[in-house]
């Protein structure tokens, strides 16, 4: 069995009707791992949803069972994505020392509830973040992975939130960076997380909301009928159209001057190239692609039907993370050393907490979430 386990699915499931541009599609699939399919929203939804469904069991081994559970009829673009996670730690908890142990969920002034709770003792890395009074404690995995987890003093849901606000990668890897080597026992509840978010408002929030709009969706270059199936498709070509997105956009900013860039006015292009608020989105100036002069002009120069207009209905996203002992040698000897040192720290992630679990090497963050109530 391998000590760890890692398993990502992205998937994009498009409206009977349309055919992806065959660029777009052998970048999506050869470079990003991006499976594409077609699906009858409209006649056939459930057995959409069961193909979405089934492709997600495929991709996590019978893992994630469900992704999505309804859809309109009037879907014409779904993006799934999931992630499976299950690991080894570098050294097991101690099989026979997991039992209920109190759990606060709302802080220690509350009601507890009794979760299952690991145990461990030994050499970890450990950092004191006292600008948040926050315990940073890392459990190493195998190969080269690590758990890290975040205890504000007194924890409760509130001060984990906080957290959420304050921390960012810069503030991660400092942290990081200056953890310490410490001895430690660890008191760490045994979980099963599950759990499902649809991304729309996410990405709303954070400016991607013109893929939502029925009215302001640009994605012409991602469907089209106009492609026709023995052309001949070249590598070249295929990587060409990633850099040919941003050079169209900087160009049209010579000839738009009714740019929106969140919802304000500018006087000319040039205004809108220099601004700070200006962001690149796959390459595509945001700013210009939501232009109605823009867009009403690519509309006609593709064939797009305004009548049918294409834009993105869900971004689904599920986790699965295993939390568990994970294996038994080294058990006995790490019950002797528990018995022989005095630990320097002292951790019970008892309550409310932050878990971010980072691939060393290249320092990519596997996942990231907050544990309120590990029963739950």
Not at 338 to 362: C, G, Q, S, W, Y
Request: hydrophobic fraction near 35%; proline fraction near 5%; charged fraction near 25%.
């Amino acid at each position: 069995r391998k000590p760890v386990e890692i398993d990502v699915g992205n998937g994009i499931f498009a409206v009977t009707g349309r055919e992806f541009d065959r660029k777009y599609q052998y970048i999506a699939e050869k470079i990003y791992g991006i499976e594409t399919q077609y699906l009858d929203f409209e006649n056939r939804t459930q057995n959409a949803i069961r193909t979405i469904n089934d492709w997600v069991k495929r991709q996590t081994r019978g893992k994630i069972a469900e992704i999505v559970s309804q859809l309109s009829p009037d879907t014409m673009l779904v993006i799934a994505n999931t992630l499976y996670l299950k690991a080894e730690w570098a050294e097991p908890f101690l099989r026979d020392g997991t039992k209920p142990r109190p759990f606060f969920p709302d802080g220690p002034n509350r009601p507890s509830i009794n979760v299952p709770m690991m145990v461990h003792g030994g050499c970890f890395p450990y950092y004191y973040w006292k600008e948040m009074q926050t315990k940073v404690l890392g459990i190493p995995y195998k190969q080269d992975s690590t758990m890290y987890v975040f205890l504000p003093d007194d924890s409760n849901r509130a001060k984990v939130r906080g957290l959420q606000n304050k921390i960012n990668a810069d503030e991660l890897n400092k942290i990081i960076k200056n953890m310490e080597v410490k001895t430690a026992s660890i008191q760490f509840p045994k979980m099963h997380i599950q759990n499902s978010f649809n991304l729309k408002q996410v990405l709303e929030q954070l400016g991607g909301s013109s893929i939502f709009d029925r009215e302001k969706s640009d994605l012409y270059r991602v469907l089209t009928n106009l492609t026709r199936s023995g052309d001949d498709l070249d590598v070249d070509d295929a990587l060409d159209f990633l850099e040919d997105t941003q050079a169209n956009a900087e160009l049209e900013l010579k000839n738009v001057f009714d740019c929106l860039i969140t919802e304000k006015d500018v006087e000319s292009a040039q205004q809108c190239l220099s601004s700070a608020e200006c962001r690149y989105g796959g390459g595509v100036c945001v700013c210009c692609v939501q232009t109605t002069k823009g867009r009403k002009r690519r509309q006609t120069q593709q064939g797009v039907d305004k009548k049918s207009p294409l834009y993105v209905n869900e971004v689904m996203h599920k986790v699965d993370v295993v939390v568990n002992e994970k294996g038994t040698e080294g058990g006995a000897v790490t019950a002797t050393l528990l018995d022989r040192i005095t630990p320097l720290v002292n951790f019970k992630a008892n309550a409310p907490f932050l878990m971010l679990i980072r691939e060393e090497a290249t320092q990519l963050p596997l996942f990231y979430g907050s544990v309120y109530d590990p029963t739950a």
